[in-house]
């Protein structure tokens, strides 16, 4: 393995007073005398994600020079918030770029937790144009959003605390898309309770890590609109750390429909009392419906985010399937 679980328990150090350890809740609903379900409550990070804990360790990491200088992304989600965060309480420059066509709204969001959002061209090849030249001309350090060692890793924390407050773990389900929550909790969670079970889960349309995997190496798939917009985007044809992790340690991935999404986020929400985005609430569809896996007694369900649009939720609150 590329990382190692020491390396989680430094980066664990690292994140400390930056993204909080989550609650492992029990979700009542689901549970009976034959499983143990429990919620990895992620949505409750200052973000309302996950990704403030690998954005926090590569924040961390950075030299002094590094520091001084700067950070940049492309993002106009989950990784530009924990990025503008992270980098606003350590007090480093960061700028978040986006092109022209964002809505106004995820570059509030950015913008609301202290994060410089940088308006380059009218597609996401060209806002990655602009972090280049940042790069280039500035000397900033771009922090990618998944297959990045201490990305991994800082994602990696999750297990530790999954394993401290569930010793007894059969099953972690966890939403997959580049694959750095599910590497990072594989290696933490397999290595200090060898036997556990990792399964991923993505939407069906547009799957990178699930086609990477079945083809055994790196492709591009087609971009959709999903619900777990969240889970979208490729996984990197010259990805170093995820895929080959993803490979060794995930024991299952499958693919959900739309409506499996939209149900599972109503269930959280009317049965459990949580709000999650659709990749946060991708993890319940094992638990809904009948996937043919094998989940065994002691189940988490990591609940990775929070962070949809409040319209958009309420129409899914209400029955429909928006896309
Ligand atoms: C980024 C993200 C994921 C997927 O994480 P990967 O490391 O890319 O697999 C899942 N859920 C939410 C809410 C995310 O923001």
């Given at each position: 393995?590329?990382?190692?679980?020491?390396?989680?328990?430094?980066?664990?150090?690292?994140?400390?007073g930056?993204?909080?350890?989550?609650?492992l809740?029990?979700?009542?609903s689901?549970?009976?005398?034959?499983?143990?379900?429990?919620?990895?409550?992620e949505?409750?990070?200052?973000i309302?994600?996950?990704?403030?804990?690998g954005a926090?360790?590569?924040?961390a990491?950075?030299s002094?020079?590094?520091?001084?200088?700067?950070?940049?992304?492309v993002?106009?989600?989950?990784?530009g918030?924990?990025?503008a965060?992270?980098?606003h309480?350590l007090?480093?420059p960061?700028?978040?770029?986006?092109?022209k066509?964002v809505?106004e709204n995820?570059?509030?969001?950015?913008e609301?937790?202290g994060?410089?959002?940088?308006i380059?061209?009218?597609?996401?090849?060209?806002?990655q144009?602009?972090?280049?030249?940042?790069?280039?001309?500035?000397?900033?350090?771009?922090?990618s959003?998944?297959?990045h060692?201490?990305?991994?890793?800082?994602?990696?924390?999750?297990?530790?605390?999954?394993?401290?407050?569930?010793p007894?773990?059969?099953?972690?389900?966890?939403?997959?898309?580049?694959?750095?929550?599910?590497?990072g909790?594989?290696?933490?969670?397999?290595?200090?309770?060898p036997?556990?079970?990792?399964?991923g889960?993505?939407?069906e349309k547009?799957?990178?890590?699930?086609?990477s995997?079945?083809?055994?190496?790196?492709?591009e798939?087609?971009?959709?609109?999903?619900l777990?917009?969240?889970?979208?985007?490729?996984i990197g044809?010259?990805?170093?750390?995820?895929f080959s992790?993803?490979?060794?340690l995930v024991?299952?991935?499958?693919?959900?429909?739309?409506?499996?999404i939209?149900e599972a986020?109503r269930?959280?929400?009317r049965?459990e009392?949580?709000?999650?985005?659709?990749?946060g609430?991708?993890?319940?569809v094992?638990?809904?419906?009948?996937?043919d896996?094998?989940l065994?007694?002691?189940?988490?369900?990591?609940?990775?985010?929070?962070n949809?649009?409040?319209?958009?939720?309420?129409?899914?609150?209400g029955?429909?399937?928006p896309?």
């Amino acid at each position: 393995m590329p990382i190692l679980v020491n390396d989680l328990y430094a980066a664990r150090k690292n994140i400390a007073g930056i993204a909080v350890r989550t609650p492992l809740v029990p979700a009542w609903s689901m549970s009976n005398d034959e499983r143990d379900v429990r919620l990895k409550l992620e949505i409750t990070q200052p973000i309302g994600a996950f990704k403030l804990r690998g954005a926090a360790n590569a924040l961390a990491n950075l030299s002094a020079e590094q520091s001084r200088k700067g950070v940049v992304c492309v993002s106009t989600g989950n990784h530009g918030r924990a990025v503008a965060y992270a980098a606003h309480r350590l007090g480093i420059p960061a700028y978040i770029c986006m092109s022209k066509l964002v809505p106004e709204n995820k570059v509030e969001a950015i913008e609301s937790v202290g994060g410089n959002v940088k308006i380059g061209g009218s597609s996401q090849d060209e806002a990655q144009q602009e972090v280049n030249r940042l790069v280039r001309e500035q000397g900033m350090t771009e922090v990618s959003p998944f297959d990045h060692f201490d990305v991994v890793a800082g994602q990696g924390t999750i297990g530790i605390e999954l394993v401290e407050d569930n010793p007894e773990l059969d099953t972690v389900i966890v939403p997959l898309s580049g694959g750095g929550l599910i590497a990072g909790v594989a290696l933490a969670v397999k290595t200090l309770v060898p036997g556990v079970r990792l399964i991923g889960l993505s939407m069906e349309k547009g799957a990178a890590m699930y086609e990477s995997i079945r083809k055994g190496l790196p492709v591009e798939v087609e971009e959709h609109t999903s619900l777990a917009d969240s889970l979208g985007g490729g996984i990197g044809l010259d990805n170093r750390y995820t895929f080959s992790m993803v490979r060794d340690l995930v024991d299952d991935i499958r693919t959900v429909p739309e409506l499996y999404i939209a149900e599972a986020m109503r269930y959280l929400y009317r049965h459990e009392g949580w709000i999650a985005e659709g990749a946060g609430a991708i993890g319940l569809v094992p638990l809904l419906y009948d996937l043919d896996l094998a989940l065994g007694r002691n189940i988490v369900v990591v609940v990775s985010g929070k962070n949809i649009d409040m319209d958009l939720f309420a129409r899914v609150m209400g029955g429909e399937v928006p896309y």
